[in-house]
């Protein structure tokens, strides 16, 4: 079978029965859809419109199930630890910033998009929120003992992510955590960077991923098989 012919049968089999066609395909041939990547490039860095600050949930029970397995992965990935201040870097309009907050005396977070962080600031004032990017962060150094990155620096290009992990590990204390979940498999592509789990322990040397999970996802969404949720701690002397 030639690829005129798997095109031909892909496209039968989606008239049939659009809901077996992968998403992520959709959204190749069909970049206007809700399978459509939603992000776009501003300033030299990469953005997301609102209706893609989720990956694109296409419904509310889809929503309202990623939220559920999202936050339940963090709160296994963290294992009840309580920290003293916690940073979020890309937090889009929030999602996520209440559950990372929740283990935390103080919660900060960072985001590009100034109008997704207003929507971030109305539904928790208690968080201090900065319009920042991932490579200047505007924290002092060792300020965090918690950083989370949530599928944001897989969309750090290189020669930019270098210096985004520096910084990083400047406000992070050596005693701290860092939580990412990011692609790790798969080809890269147009506003996505595959870095491994050695490439991500690289950069944030000496930090190593001392726990692992699949991205934790509804089953609708394709995409979460190619990423990674990873806990990084220093080594214990």
């Known amino acids: 079978m030639d690829d005129t012919d798997r095109l031909q049968t892909l496209v039968r089999k989606g008239y049939r029965e659009p809901g077996k066609v992968p998403g992520y395909l959709l959204g190749r041939l069909f970049p206007g859809s809700r399978w459509g990547p939603g992000w776009v490039r501003e300033d030299g860095y990469i953005t997301f419109r609102e209706d893609s600050l989720t990956g694109g949930s296409p419904s509310r029970p889809e929503f309202s199930a990623r939220v559920y397995h999202e936050a339940t ?6 294992d009840g630890r309580e920290y003293d201040r916690a940073l979020e870097i890309g937090c889009g309009y929030g999602r996520l910033v209440g559950w ?3 283990h935390a005396d103080e919660a900060a977070a960072i985001e590009p998009n100034a109008e997704a962080l207003a929507a971030a600031r109305r ?6 929120f900065e319009v920042a990017l991932a490579d200047d962060i505007p924290y002092p150094d060792d300020h965090f003992d918690l950083v989370v990155a949530w599928a944001v620096l897989g969309h750090i290009p290189p020669g930019t992510i270098e210096r985004a992990a520096r910084e990083i590990r400047r406000v992070l204390r050596d005693d701290g955590t860092l939580l990412l979940c990011e692609r790790t498999s ?3 592509a147009s506003g996505v960077w595959v870095r491994s789990r050695g490439d991500y322990e690289a950069l944030f040397d000496p930090f190593a991923v ?5 991205r934790a996802a509804e089953p609708s969404f394709e995409y979460a098989r190619y990423m990674e949720t990873m806990r990084l701690d220093a080594p214990r002397s």
């Open 210 to 214: 001392v726990a692992a999970e699949e």
């Open 73 to 78: 992965q963090i709160e296994r990935l963290l």
């Open 123 to 128: 539904a928790y004032p208690e968080v201090d």
């Open 186 to 188: 798969g080809d890269s």
């Open 100 to 102: 990372v907050a929740s």
